[in-house]
């Protein structure tokens, strides 16, 4: 006999999610995974992936009709956008600057291409000018690079690098897991081909689900592969018939999942794309001033900083895990700590889609300040509540 008192029934106390995703859901997208199961081919939730795609395709600014959810996380769009494209022999160059450039060159070892890597600094933007001085060397097929770098809050520009993509014929694979829905990703007006983000980040929905999108340059190289792609599961041709007209049966979808991220989707649309950008531009510029004016340093590169994603440096003889635990345990609250070589050198605090608010702007850097003073770090009192209170009063 199974003693049930061992396992008990999920009771998860709610957290403040400030950390590098997921962020926080809002109840209407909740309340939408609760809904029905019905057929993956029910005319009904059919009715659903087309108005799905719809409104992605206007999250992405793009018109490219193969713009479709992959079933997976966030790590299942890189995959899906460079399995689908790359075969033994082809040149690929990935511009590295943290741990999810990193992740794309892996990927593309995996393949059997013929991998270039420019190494960046941590904390730093790739510069144009040496992805171009990179392919007069050597042309290679397809270019890789992440938007906003989870691991560092640093955000790329993009349209200088897809310029020089198009100018040398490569395809360009944009990582914007983070930046979706929390920045612009002009797929279409920057020439982006491939791109790739996920549910739990700004469009605050679940982790399950990654958006991809890909223009009709990367459909003509898909269409002109000489062997399979190498992942069943994420090809495209084959996903894509699924998600077109034809509707042929390929796997079963995560049917809660869609609905969460339709609902998640009309949320920010009845907000508005440009209404979202500046509420995570604000609350971020608040966050920052609040933070600075602690005495904290930020970590990612001025000018760069990604809006939903603020790095910054842990002050020296202050522990890490315990600033952590003590907004965790007293406060609820979430922020994260760095990765690879910047572990234990900076936190990472998210401000993503329905976490991006004043309120918790304004909690972090209670927590904060109360965390540091309990450590012997100089903190002149509610000089960062103070600081960021100045950003809102002068909007």
Known sequence: MVHMERYPEIRTKGRILMGPGPSNVHPRVLRALSAPVIGHLDKEFLEIM????????????????????????????METSLVNFIEPGDKVLICVKGLFGQRMADIVERCGGELAVIQGEW??????????????????????????????GVLQPIKPVAEIAKKYGALLVVDAVTSLAGTP???????????????????????????????????????SRKNKVQSWYLDMTM???????????????????????YESLRIIHEEGLEARFERHTLHSNALKAGLTAMGLKLFAQAGYQAPML?????????????????????????????????KGQIWRIGLMGHSCTRRNVMLVLTGLEEALLSQGFNVQRGAGVSAAREVYEAT
């Open 310 to 342: 603020t790095s910054v440096e842990i002050p020296k003889g202050v522990n890490d895990a315990s600033v952590r635990n003590h907004l965790l345990t007293d406060y609820g609250l979430e922020i994260g700590g760095g990765l690879g070589p910047v």
């Open 185 to 223: 990703v002009r797929v279409d007006e920057d020439g982006m081909d491939i791109v790739y983000s996920g549910t739990q980040k700004c469009l605050s929905c679940p982790p399950g689900l990654s958006p991809v999108t890909m223009n009709k340059r990367a459909e003509k190289r898909l269409a």
């Open 50 to 77: 087309n108005l799905t795609k719809e409104l992605l395709a206007k999250t992405f600014m793009t018109s490219n009709e193969l713009t479709i959810p992959i079933s997976g996380t966030g790590s299942a769009g």
């Open 123 to 152: 904390g730093k933007i790739i510069e144009p000018d040496e992805i171009e001085k990179a392919l007069k060397v050597h042309p290679v097929d397809i270019i890789g690079i992440v938007h906003a770098e989870t691991s560092t």
């Open 239 to 261: 996903l894509h018939s699924y998600w077109s007209k034809e509707r042929f049966y390929h796997h079963t979808a995560p049917i809660n999942m869609i609905y969460a991220l």
